[in-house]
């Protein structure tokens, strides 16, 4: 399988009622980051930036009656600690999307298909998505993805090449790093291609 891609499952389906959502922290090598999930689902990631009791703080608001369960989801937890150690770019996980609207879906999946190493741009992806007009909606619904990195959003550049924003925490500069680090895992090398 081409490690530059991501083989993730955007579900639409509603997940079953009752479900209590759990979350969990992981320690890595940029710092801590965090996952939720109900189920198998994964509903939200929270990118290395912020300190644990953050972090736990953001899912317990987000979620209520969440969980703390450090066994959910092991294998993309081990991806994730791969990632941050430079020697995996693959993610199998199911993403739960079911609450997105019918564009944003598209946009979504779209945006899931971004190799690793390559860049595309809002209008891009608006123009795949079937609204060629629509780069601006795009934007807000990167800005609104709760699985960056999984679906990756860090790879979606205005249109002049800027990097836009990014709504993870660390902002520009993160998303900057991942490009850039996500090209050293590519080439293997420790002077990553130029952005």
Not at 164 to 179: Q, V, W
């Amino acid at each position: 399988m081409d490690s530059t891609i991501m083989p993730i499952r955007l579900l639409t389906t509603p997940p079953a009622h009752g479900i209590t959502p759990k979350y969990t922290l992981i320690k890595s090598t940029w710092g801590w980051l965090g996952f939720a999930c109900r189920g198998s689902r994964l509903v939200r990631l929270i990118l290395p930036g912020l300190t644990k009791t953050s972090l736990s703080h953001s899912f317990r608001t987000a979620f209520t009656n969440i969980e703390y369960d450090p066994e959910i989801l092991p294998q993309l937890q081990k991806s994730l600690r791969a990632y941050f150690q430079a020697k995996s770019m693959v993610f199998d996980c199911d993403v739960d999307i079911s609450w997105a609207s019918p564009f944003a879906r598209k946009v979504y999946k779209r945006c899931s298909r971004i190799p690793s190493g390559r860049t595309a741009t809002y209008a891009q992806l608006a123009e795949k998505a079937g609204s060629p007009q629509a780069a601006r909606a795009v934007g807000t619904i990167m800005a609104a993805n709760p699985t960056p990195l999984i679906i990756p959003c860090h790879r979606v550049l205005r249109s002049d090449g800027q990097l836009g924003g990014f709504s993870a925490p660390g902002g520009e500069n993160l998303k900057k790093r991942l490009i850039i680090h996500e090209s050293h895992i590519l080439t293997g090398t420790t002077r990553p291609k130029k952005l």
